[in-house]
């Protein structure tokens, strides 16, 4: 495990574009922090470094939203793996895209068995990222 520093979001923004770069498709990169922490900054950093130029927004309405084969989950009001698997959620890890995953914990029964995870978390505009 490693842990970057960051003083800003744009250096978070940074980091994860630099991050990307270590990816390969089929990968599930689990963001996990407390609200507010910057998980959300992390996935549009990603996507950025995806070469991906959409607006990245949260999906915290629609669940899932989808950048070509990144595929960018929030599951905070997800409340039971049956709901989530109503919603068809689990199909996105089988399609051998890129998933970023926030409240992962909510779709745990979900997952697959090999996972990377994107710690974030921080007070002020002080960030720690393990990784
Ligand atoms: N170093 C930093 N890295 C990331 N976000 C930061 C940082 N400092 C302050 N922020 C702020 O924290 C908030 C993170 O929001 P967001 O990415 O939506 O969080 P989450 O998805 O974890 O709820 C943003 O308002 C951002 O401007
Ligand atoms: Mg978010």
Sequence with gaps: MAVFYSHSEEETFAWAKAYAKTL????????????GAGKTMLAKGIIAGMGITDEVTSPTYAYVNEYGDVFHFDCYRIVSA??????????YFGRGGICLVEWSENIKELLPDAVKHVRISGEGNTREIEF
């Design 24 to 35: 390969e498709r089929g990968d599930v990169v689990l963001l996990d922090g407390p609200m």
């Design 82 to 91: 049956a709901q989530a698997y109503g919603l068809g959620l689990a199909d």
